[in-house]
């Protein structure tokens, strides 16, 4: 899939492709926080500020949710998108979630629900979730909707954080269309009738 740039490192998948090609009718987006989302919150502090060199723990526990949902596409919205170019994001992400991987939210927004909001409006996503670690709770409405709030030193392997992620995805999934019933040709084709 091919992104185009629309503002300083920060790309917009083209949601009408995504859909396009997954033959989903609906685009529909996840925002993730990384820190307390995709590993523990405490991991940064220990690590070079070299994001090459870290590994999100918790990354494959959100593939293993998004399996078979791959109209869904993924934003990160965490203070990361104003610390690390898009490619360096991209790579910690890792190739399994890349397929899902459409970008950083604005980096010229500083607030992270507003940054959020503008990129809901420019992907013209129809449906989005939010998932962010309990710190980040300040920064959002109390009545946000969409909002999944993890525990930072559980994150997505929290089996509260993983059902609402999993009553989303299938809320919010897009009926593929099934190919009508075939009948019996055998009962139905006319040299079939004309020997009954």
């Not at 990384?34 to 494959?60: F, M, N, Q």
């Not at 399994?96 to 607030?111: I, S």
């Not at 420019?122 to 999944?148: K, M, Q, S, T, Y």
């Not at 929290?158 to 999934?173: E, G, I, M, N, P």
């Amino acid at each position: 899939m091919k992104f185009r740039n629309i503002g300083i490192n920060m790309l917009l998948a083209p949601a009408s492709q995504h859909v396009a090609a997954t033959g989903a009718q609906a685009a529909r987006g996840i925002f993730l926080n990384i820190d307390g989302v995709l590993h523990p919150s405490t991991a940064i502090e220990t690590v070079t500020p070299s994001i090459k060199k870290l590994r999100l723990r918790w990354r494959g526990e959100l593939d293993d949710l998004l399996r078979g949902h791959d109209d869904v596409l993924l934003y990160v919205h965490s203070n990361w998108r104003l610390q690390f170019k898009n490619d360096d994001v991209r790579m910690a992400l890792g190739e399994q979630l890349n397929r899902f991987y459409a970008g950083v939210t604005d980096v010229e927004v500083r607030d992270r629900y507003q940054s959020i909001q503008r990129m809901v409006a420019r992907a013209d996503l129809h449906e989005h979730l939010i998932l962010d670690d309990a710190r980040a709770r300040d920064e959002f409405p109390a009545d946000c909707p969409g909002l999944v709030v993890c525990d930072p030193m559980v994150g997505i392997c929290d089996a509260h954080v993983k059902s609402a992620v999993q009553a989303w995805l299938r809320r919010t999934a897009t009926p593929r269309l099934e190919r009508p019933c075939h009948q019996d040709r055998t009962s139905t084709s006319p040299s079939a009738r004309e020997s009954r």
